[in-house]
C-alpha cells in the first residue's frame, strides 16, 4: 500500500507541466499498473459527445449502485438518448457520484485508435433526474445517508424516478428500497397487480401524490408528485419502463419530460462516459488490490466477496490457465463487483480489459468469475502470437466460457464431480438431444428457435465430455494449438464445421467425422480424408465413441498439449 501511495503522489507531482512524452508515460504506466490517473490528467480527456438527433440538454444518472441490470446499463442509456436525454449509467455510491465537488471514475478515451481507455478520475458531472430501481431485496441497501441525499436532490429542483418489480410480500417491510419511497409518502404494498399482463406491486400513496395508472384492484401501480421545488415519479414493471411498446414507452416520454418541465438543463455539449459495452459507465469509487488484481467496488457491496476475491480467485485463475494456457495481458487483472445476482461481462475488445461479475454470494461470484475469466482467455497462440481462426460458435463465446465455468463450478461443489460438465447428461436424456443439427443450429436462426434457450450449447458439452471421456481433458488445449498453427497464414478465416472438425481430429488423433455424423450433424462428407498440417499429409481412422451417457467432469491437469501423435 506504502507504494502505490507513492506511486500515486508520483503521478500527481509530475502531471503539472509535463512534457507529451512524459505524460504518455505516466498514462501507460499507471494503467499497466493497475492505477486510476489523477484528475489532472482526466481533465484533458472528456468523455466524447454522445451521438443524439435530439438533445433537450438534460443530464440523467441512472443508478446501477443498488443494482446492476444489463437493461438498464445498456439499454436505458441508448433509449433516452432518442428521446432526447444524455444519461449515464453508474456503478458508483449515489454519495459519490452526486457530491458536487466530488470525481467519478470512468474510462477516458486516451488512445481511441488502439483501443485504449484507461480508468481516471474525473469531475463529476451534473444530473437533472436520478433513476434508481431494485427488484431484489437482498440487493445493497439505500442507506439513511442516500435517502436524505435523494430527499434533498429532490427538494432542492431535482427530478426522481423510483422503480421496482414485485419482491416476496413478506420482504416489503424491511425493503430498504420500501424506506426510500416512504420518504416522500409511498410505499410499496403486499397487494400485487395485474396491468397489460405484467405483474405489479400496488403502491399506497399519501393526498400529495397524482395517480398515473391503476392495476386490476384499483390500487395505483404508477404515480407522481412535486416534492419541494423538485418531483418524482414511482412506478413498477422494470421491463414495461423499457419496453418499446405503448404503455411503456408512454409512461418514459410523459414522465421525464414533467420530472425536467420547471428545472433548467445542464446543456452544454452532451459529454457523458458510455459504457462501450463495458461496465460503469461511472465505476464504483473503492478498490482493493490484491497481488496485483484490482477490485471496484461501491462502499455498500457484502464484504465476504472481497474475501472470496481474496482467497480463491487466484487459484481459480491459476487453475484455468493449467486447463487451458493463455498468454496474460502486462496489466492486472480489473474487476468490477456488482450490486446484485444473476450475471458478469467481460472486456476484450479495449484496454484495459475488465471483467464484471454481479453477485450476491461466494458460489455465484466464483461461477460467474470462471465464466468471465474463460471468455478472455484465447489458449495456446501460434508463433506467431496469434489466435487463429474462428470456429463457427466463436473461439471465446458463450460455449467456451460455460465449458470452463462448469469446470469451475465442479472444483469448489462435490456433488457436481459427481455429474458430466454442466450436468449435460440432462440434456442427453432429452428428446431434443438427438433431433439437434448442431451445424445447422448455428447457421439458421429460424430453425435454432425449435429448441429451447441454450440446446446448441449444451450438445456441444457433451460432444466435449465425450472426448474428454475418450482422449483425457488436453485434447481442448491441442485442439486450439493446432487450430492456431494450421491457420496461422489465414488469421481471420472463419472456419467450416468441416475445417473445425478436422483440427478436433488432429488433436484427438481420430477422424472425428463419423461421431459428429452419428450425432446428426448435417456435414458434407463422412469422413475427413487427407489433410495437411505442418507440410504434412494426414489421414486418420475412424473413431470409435459410443453415444452414452457421458462420464463425470474432467479436472485433472492436462499433459503437453504441443505432443501431437497421428494415428
Not at 444524455?86 to 457530491?99: C, E, K, N, T, W
Not at 404508477?222 to 409512461?251: P, Q
Amino acid at each position: 500500500m506504502i507504494i502505490r501511495c507513492l506511486l500515486m503522489l508520483w503521478i500527481t507531482v509530475l502531471v503539472t507541466g509535463c512534457t507529451l512524452k512524459d505524460e504518455e508515460q505516466i498514462i501507460t504506466e499507471a494503467w499497466h499498473s493497475g492505477e486510476t490517473l489523477p484528475v489532472e490528467i482526466g481533465k484533458k480527456y472528456p468523455p466524447a459527445p454522445i451521438a443524439m438527433t435530439i438533445d433537450k440538454g438534460y443530464n440523467v444518472l441512472i443508478d446501477l449502485s443498488h443494482q446492476c441490470s444489463f437493461n438498464f446499463m445498456w439499454g436505458l442509456p441508448d433509449m433516452l438518448h432518442q428521446k432526447g436525454f444524455r444519461s449515464v449509467s453508474s456503478q458508483a455510491s449515489l454519495g459519490s457520484v452526486l457530491d458536487e465537488k466530488g470525481v467519478s471514475r470512468i474510462r477516458i478515451p486516451y488512445d481511441p485508435e488502439r483501443k485504449i481507455y484507461p480508468f481516471a478520475w474525473y469531475p463529476n458531472f451534473r444530473y437533472n433526474v436520478v433513476i434508481t430501481f431494485q427488484n431484489d431485496s437482498s440487493a445493497p441497501i439505500y442507506t439513511e445517508q442516500e435517502c436524505l441525499l435523494l430527499k434533498d436532490f429532490v427538494s432542492e429542483g431535482g427530478g426522481l424516478i423510483i422503480l421496482a418489480d414485485p419482491v416476496k410480500a413478506e420482504q416489503v417491510d424491511n425493503w430498504s428500497l420500501n424506506r426510500l419511497l416512504k420518504n416522500f409518502g409511498a410505499s410499496y404494498t403486499k397487494d400485487y397487480q395485474n396491468y397489460k399482463n405484467r405483474r405489479h406491486i400496488g403502491l399506497a400513496l399519501s393526498e400529495q401524490w397524482i395517480p398515473w395508472e391503476m392495476g386490476s384492484d384499483s390500487l395505483p401501480i404508477r404515480a407522481y408528485r412535486e416534492y419541494g421545488k423538485g418531483r418524482i415519479a414511482v412506478g413498477t414493471a422494470l421491463d414495461d419502463f423499457l419496453s418499446n411498446g405503448e404503455a411503456g414507452s408512454a409512461f418514459v416520454d410523459q414522465i421525464m419530460d414533467w420530472l425536467c418541465e420547471k428545472q433548467v438543463p445542464v446543456g452544454g455539449e452532451p459529454r457523458l462516459p458510455q459504457t462501450m459495452g463495458g461496465g460503469g459507465a461511472i465505476y464504483p469509487e473503492l478498490e482493493s488490490v490484491i497481488n496485483g488484481m484490482v477490485t471496484y467496488y461501491a462502499p455498500t457491496v457484502n464484504h465476504t466477496l472481497l474475501e472470496c476475491i481474496k482467497k480463491e480467485f487466484f487459484r481459480i485463475n491459476d487453475t484455468l490457465l493449467q486447463w487451458y494456457p493463455s498468454r496474460q495481458t502486462e496489466e492486472p487483472m480489473f474487476l468490477v463487483l456488482s450490486a446484485g445476482s444473476g450475471g458478469g461481462w467481460a472486456v476484450n475488445s479495449f484496454f484495459p480489459k475488465e471483467n464484471g461479475i454481479i453477485s450476491q454470494d461466494s458460489a455465484s461470484l466464483i461461477s460467474i468469475y470462471g465464466h468471465e475469466l474463460a471468455h478472455t482467455l484465447a489458449g495456446p497462440v501460434n508463433e506467431k502470437g496469434q489466435a487463429a481462426g474462428d470456429v463457427p460458435f466463436g473461439n471465446q463465446g458463450e460455449a467456451h466460457a460455460g465449458w470452463f465455468q462448469g469446470k469451475v463450478e465442479a472444483l469448489y461443489n462435490e456433488e457436481l464431480r459427481q455429474h458430466a460438465n454442466k450436468k449435460c447428461e440432462d440434456f442427453f436424456r432429452s428428446s431434443e438431444f438427438r433431433q439437434l443439427d448442431l451445424k445447422r443450429y448455428t447457421g439458421d436462426g429460424e430453425y435454432a428457435k425449435q429448441f429451447s434457450y441454450g440446446a446448441g450449447w449444451y450438445k456441444l458439452w457433451y460432444i466435449w465430455q465425450r472426448l474428454d471421456d475418450t482422449y483425457g481433458n488436453t485434447w481442448y488445449a491441442r485442439w486450439k494449438h493446432i487450430q492456431y498453427t494450421r491457420w496461422k497464414n489465414d488469421p481471420m478465416r472463419l472456419l467450416t464445421w468441416e475445417e473445425m472438425i478436422e483440427d478436433m481430429s488432429l488433436a484427438t488423433g481420430h477422424d472425428l467425422f463419423p461421431f459428429f455424423i452419428s450425432l446428426n450433424t448435417g456435414l458434407e462428407r463422412r469422413e475427413m480424408g487427407e489433410v495437411i498440417y505442418e507440410g504434412k499429409k494426414v489421414k486418420l481412422s475412424g473413431a470409435v465413441i459410443p453415444i452414452i451417457e457421458p462420464g463425470n467432469v474432467c479436472l485433472n491437469p492436462i499433459e503437453n498439449y504441443k505432443t501431437i501423435k497421428f494415428e
